[in-house]
């Protein structure tokens, strides 16, 4: 049977979702949306039901599952309530406004005894990072010591604030780190540029692997995330990012995106198949609440610990968590 | 209404077409396989009804559409009965095993008034191949005056004969070649190494490209498709074939598989979703039963021209068609 | 000691090869130089001696070897006076205008007993050819099949023929392609594109390996040559041609070089190095006079045999020459 | 006329130092080698005269300028007489053994009132590291803000102590990086691996850019350097150093060498030939005293600033130096 999937939030993201479902997954169909906006609901529903009420569409008999694309404040208590349904819920990143909400979530799906949140960190479907992952499993390169990565918008939106390049941008390479490494972060310290844009992020793991990231929200030219893996016996990154090149104007060129959407078009829409999948086989795929929790945390340690010293140049941060529950073992 | 579908055969290609329709195509599933070997066909239905009689599976009010993916020497009679039930049919190239056969099938078509039939040329989906014909349509590199095929399989199977090398292999440049280009194959001279393997095949187009393809059949180090477009302005090419690189034992390297499928497994699920959605809207999408009829066509009479120089190295020959019928315009 | 070398032509290469001697040059120096222009003379020699008389440079005292960069029309009347005063020669390609002249070189220096010519081909001295003739030797690619020839212009002066595409661009790949395989051409087939540019040349050698040459004299948008070497077992070829990649503009590029000047600066620079090496112990290096003829007959045979078909797409031209003497074995 | 030249020690570098200046430099040649060995110094004389007292070299009247290859310990005093013989001298670097001493010869320099003293830092004419930098000052990449270097050996010699990855390898990203941005560095943090291998280095200059470097001594696979300069429109970095890539066994390929020398032979010459122009011209080139002294100082203080860290995470370490003589304006 084909899952019946409700989509709450219809703006770029949630349309996108909503589309995904429609067009382009296996064994799921739209079932229905929300937004608080009845007209941009209209127009991504093509035909599925329409709710202006968030709860009712997660509490719907119309709604096995649910995707949360809302406002970032509003994920939290969308993914209680699903956790309340007993329903499956792919999350928007972040889990939560603050680590202390995504702590409730992880909490409360620990009382429930079985994982039902998964949040929406797609780079662990994209496919050069899954080969890279792979490649790091399999071993050749040798213990991972080094891992470079750089994260680069066109522009920052004229309300991005410095510590949104940590809490909004920045989570994406604490979330994938962590999957790419099987490793927890303990440690980070940040330089900044003036003005605190580009910065350079070290962290630290608790198997000693040292993490580099280079954060830049305004550099001009294109969308472009790279990652290098260095091992004891080798390295595995990713390569050119484009499938065609060209000969024109006295140059050889390939072209970047403006924005994230074009170059991790694929990594959502098999985050959406394999979720689809799990959800059907009664099971859970990608980030789960506890990574959505971790990811949050650390990106909230690093800003306060940035706090002190303006943008960035800070000392060494020390990162700490509650214990792992063994529902996430 | 997900269009349920019957996939005839289920070697290799039958059992991935019968995978991507349970597991990764939207708005479609696996309805019904059939095959001569009982057994097969149970492992690749999953379910799905099993039939021994490919007419009966055509004819079954289980199935709305039809993919044929039984021995070449099949495919025109049920592809015919497709046309006969009234059903759309993606048929595993080439669309016959002779040109008559072919033309057969397009008259039958045009005599039907409607088009059902779609040859399963799958590099027209392929990324790759879809961003060069999408810039060559944009029109940055000019006119189109040459382009450079390479098709390398890295060994050939022991029943391979050179013939085959043009009817088995060459025939995907025929048809991409056109597809990328828009044109009409006017003629072809082929050289050949001793043995035949490797070719060099030479052909222009009615609009005077010229189009010219290496065929290596033992290629030895692994399975290699390329293609680059030489416009009076500026040229398009494919990308290396890869998402990654690893630094390892002194080199720097990418791999390439040992066959076709890793290489194309992005293609196939990409013609089966727009197969599947033109099905549902009553549409026909991918390569026509027109251009299955002229690739057999092409390849039928280069190699009827290669006959009397040996394996190659023969003069210019001159292709003919029938006209195109309307149907096709 | 320092070898005196005299320069005959002060053009664009003939300034080029001045500089070379002056400048980056070990164990020779510019003794002299000779030009119709006593203005551009004076200019490149920089201090050196100046003559207006070819022969009597090639005559002087201070002179111990030759560079030829005059008009090509010239250089066969100057190599031979180079042979009659026993000079070793750094002769511009072509050797002569004609193949009939080259032979008349040819046979001078059979008669002499001792090589002194050497044909500009520089080529042979790039690295990135070095390399690639290196990786066939060392034979893990296995016996060569195929080469694929890339031999683009940005665009052609106006007073460009299509014959000179021949004689004056596509010598080049004669040449290489000979000592890349260290094979004989025995034949030429010819497709052109509409107007004769651009051209795709098909040969045989006489180890049945296969030469295809896209020769583009319009290619609009750079100066770019490239080779691919095809093996039994595995290819080698160029890399980008370039030491640096920007990210800009939304692309990620590098840059093409408007002639082939840049492209083969290092390649002059060896070759120079070498002869001067060779020429002071008494040795020959690079084209011989053979090689030069062999090259130029090549192309003068494939224009005849172009004639008749008009620009191109003549049927298979055989290639003839005669036979070589003991002096190149 | 010839720049007599005389290179003090024999050893790989001096070795390779006397061969580019009796095959490969235009305008000089070897006059006399010195060492303390006396076969190793006639194997690489090859007819020129044999010291075996470096300071007798120096001040011979058959020598204009001086080579220094000696042990690391003898440079300072090597470099201190030949600003005494008002010869110049190429000093492999360090310029010193401690940046006390290396002050001492730019005092001696200032006192003298002309520099003499060039320090071997080939990297400075390496190709791609000068179009970095020409592609810098054209500016096109806008202000740079961040340099990730990346350097990495295959495997540390047995008698490498950790402090030695910062004062014998890192001192090249040090220097380079000064020279690429033409910035001095304030400060530098080091995050090391356990084992203190690789370590990342973290500096900021005086105009708040951010260099990034790994230092990876047993990087396993091969001597790899690699840089990116990120500026606020752009990046440029080397593209990958190869000229020729490899099709064999399953994969695309090209190698990386053992160790430095074939990386950068083409640096070791155009750095010769530049030293040797400029001391035919009476000028400098390279690195001057003042640069070797900065570099061994910034070398010096982090490694005092590690110290009290153990092997690297240590704080940001302060640098300082003293105010540059108006002689290296």
């Known amino acids: 049977m084909s899952l019946a999937v409700g989509v709450i939030g219809t703006g770029v993201m949630g349309a996108e979702h909503a589309r995904l ?8 169909h739209l079932a229905a949306v929300c937004d608080a906006d009845p007209a941009r609901a209209g127009a991504a529903a093509k035909g599925a039901a329409v709710f202006t009420d968030a709860l009712a569409l997660i509490n719907s008999d119309q709604v096995q599952a649910v995707v949360i694309a809302s406002p970032d404040a509003t994920h939290a208590q969308y993914a209680l309530a699903c956790l309340a349904a ?25 009382a429930l005894g079985r ?28 213990a991972p010591v080094l891992l470079h990565n750089i994260h680069r918008n066109a522009a920052a939106p004229a309300w ?3 510590a949104m390049a940590v809490t909004n941008s920045f989570v994406h390479e604490i979330d994938i780190s962590r999957w790419l490494l099987g490793s927890e972060m303990i440690n980070a310290q940040v330089t900044a540029a003036p003005g605190g844009d580009p910065m350079l992020v070290t962290m630290q793991t608790d198997k000693a692997e040292i993490v580099s990231t280079e954060v830049f929200m305004n550099a001009t030219y294109g969308y472009h995330v790279h990652a290098q893996l260095v091992g004891r016996a080798g390295t595995v ?11 024109l104007s006295a140059a050889q060129s390939f072209g970047f ?3 994230w ?14 979720w689809v999948d799990a959800a059907r086989a009664g099971q859970t795929t990608g980030a789960s609440a506890w990574d959505g929790f971790v990811t949050t945390s650390t990106a909230e340690q690093i ?21 792992r529950p063994a529902l996430y073992a």
């Open 21 to 28: 479902l429609r067009d382009a997954t296996s064994g799921a």
């Open 86 to 110: 007993g329903k499956p819920c792919l999350c928007e990143k972040p889990i939560a406004a603050t680590a202390a909400e995504g702590l409730d979530i992880v909490q409360a799906e620990v």
């Open 115 to 142: 994982r039902l949140v998964t949040v929406g960190f797609m780079r662990r479907f994209d496919p050069a990072y899954t080969e890279m992952q792979a490649a790091r499993i399999a071993g050749n390169i040798g």
């Open 160 to 162: 991005f604030t410095g």
């Open 237 to 247: 990154e990713m390569a050119a990012p484009t499938r065609i090149l060209t000969n």
């Open 257 to 259: 995106p403006s924005n």
């Open 261 to 274: 959407v074009p170059r991790f078009t694929e990594a959502y829409r098999l985050q959406m198949q394999a």
């Open 303 to 323: 800003v306060a610990g940035m706090g002190n010293a303006g943008m960035g140049n800070a000392g060494r941060i020390t990162l700490t968590y509650p214990p």
